[in-house]
């Protein structure tokens, strides 16, 4: 019955992270939009917009917006985390103790760097850390699809 059980588990994980990548993989267009520079990770998009169209729609949050994220517009960082996950961390971080609304346990943070070009931008996301939170765990299978939908973004090879 044990075995029974944690095949279907395992199923259930392979499932998962098939359809992240498939999500991320129709939202990219075949486009390798990510590299590594000194251990971080980037992404790239092209955008329709200048930084300050480009902040100002980070700045207006949806509720359709597929991840959850906080912006600071001063500091051009942005913090994305799995909305479906949020509840479960706070439970977990009352648990222990540290239920403070610290940027470590909240989800993801990312640099944002906008380089403006004639008629079009191109946005690049670079992650800040190494740790990622369990609210931010979903949250790599759908960053293409939150820039495409947000700011009708396009991957743009890294």
């Not at 640099?111 to 670079?126: M, P, Q, W």
Request: glycine share 6%; net charge neutral.
């Amino acid at each position: 019955m044990e075995i029974l059980l944690i095949i279907i588990v395992i199923l259930f994980c392979v499932f998962c992270a098939y359809s992240n990548g498939r999500s991320a993989r129709k939202y990219s267009r075949g486009i390798h939009n990510r590299s590594r520079e000194k251990g971080k990770v980037s992404y790239f998009y092209r955008v329709p917009y200048t930084r300050g169209q480009v902040a100002g729609m980070l700045c207006q949050k949806n509720e359709k917006d597929r991840l959850d994220y906080e912006f600071d517009e001063e500091k051009m960082e942005l913090c994305l985390s799995n909305k479906y996950h949020e509840q479960e961390d706070a439970v977990n971080l009352l648990a222990q103790g540290t239920a403070n609304k610290s940027r470590m346990t909240k989800g993801k943070w990312f640099d944002i760097e906008i380089e403006e070009r004639e008629g079009y931008s191109i946005l690049k996301v670079t992650e800040q850390g190494f740790l990622t939170p369990r609210t931010a765990s979903e949250v790599f299978g759908l960053m293409n699809a939150f820039f495409v939908e947000k700011l009708g973004a396009v991957p743009y090879e890294a």
